[in-house]
């Protein structure tokens, strides 16, 4: 997760502001919605087969070295 950009990380056992969170997205559906896309977004490039497929080459090459 990307704070602020593909979601939010919250501090552990803080039900408060969990919840202020929670009011903020359901008051500001368009936020929300950009996180989702920019989420979406996110995965679809860094975990694609061809980027899975390069990284696994990169770990090989420098492995064989």
């Known amino acids: 997760i990307l704070s602020g ?21 359901i008051n500001d559906r368009l936020k ?5 896309k920019q989420a979406k977004a996110y995965v679809s490039s860094e975990f694609s087969m061809p980027s899975i497929v390069a990284g696994f080459t990169d770990l090989y090459k420098e492995l064989k070295s």
């Open 32 to 36: 929300l919605a950009e996180a989702g």
């Open 5 to 25: 950009k593909t979601g939010w990380l919250l501090p552990t056992h803080d039900p408060r502001e969990f919840a202020e969170r929670i009011v903020t997205l």
